[in-house]
């Protein structure tokens, strides 16, 4: 069963512009929520996890469970912010099952 | 610390052929995970072990797929005979036992073409 959705495959924004990646989760209990990112040939890594509530280079994720989101925010976009972002749920067992990915591309 | 080790990089084979991956994880991480990225999705869990046991191998088509990590450090990903579908890129990602939930480590990835 898909547990994340990202209805965005590319999103392209202009440099200081407002980022919102979206991503919308089907679970019923109380989800394990994360964004992983992976710049242009690095590797895949976690960028923000839900529960910590942390602001990491700028991006914050609040969880709406009324809405089942998970969205990731930035006021102001850097070039740099250019990668793939994946919006990750996470099971038992440690296991992690991740969104299909959306590609930012920031505009200079 | 050194990260997460694979190899190769890349591999071309005909379908039909065999191809083995390799994992070396982080020192100390005891969970080891497989997963298959396609081009365009995510990444997908094909099999997760704990030490030299397997959680999870619900996703790995086990009539050509096959995964060992005997003494609980490398791993190694078969598949045997492969298919055009299988073309991908083969991800490893390992996961300190103190570490926080989610935060798992990945390699760079081997790339598989099946012609």
């Known amino acids: 069963a898909q547990r994340v959705t990202q209805p965005e495959k590319l999103l392209s924004v202009f440099k200081g512009a407002p980022v919102e990646l979206k991503c919308n989760y089907s679970?019923?209990?109380?989800?394990?929520l994360f964004w992983y990112v992976q710049y242009s040939r690095q590797r895949l890594q976690l960028l923000l996890r839900h529960i910590s509530r942390e602001s990491i280079k700028g991006f914050t994720a609040d969880l709406n469970k009324g809405e089942t989101s998970f969205h990731l925010k930035k006021p102001f976009a850097q070039e740099e912010d250019s990668a793939m972002y994946y919006c990750v749920f996470g099971a038992g067992s440690y296991q992690l099952t991740f969104g299909k990915g959306t590609k930012l591309s920031v505009i200079p | 610390e050194a990260g997460v080790a694979q190899s190769p990089r890349y591999k071309i084979i005909e379908k039909r052929q065999s191809v083995a991956f390799w994992c070396n994880p982080i020192?100390?991480?005891?969970?080891l995970y497989w997963y298959q990225q396609i081009l365009g999705q995510g990444p997908k869990l094909l099999i997760q072990f704990q030490n030299n046991g397997v959680v999870d191998d619900s996703q790995l088509p086990k009539d050509r797929f096959s995964a060992e990590r005997l003494k609980g450090v490398d791993s190694t990903l078969k598949i045997q005979p492969a298919k055009l579908e299988d073309s991908a890129v083969y991800l490893c990602a390992s996961r300190h036992p103190g570490h926080p939930t989610g935060e798992l480590f990945f390699g760079e990835g081997s790339r598989l073409t099946v012609l």
């Open positions: 679970y019923s209990g109380s989800p394990e």
């Open positions: 020192s100390g991480h005891a969970t």
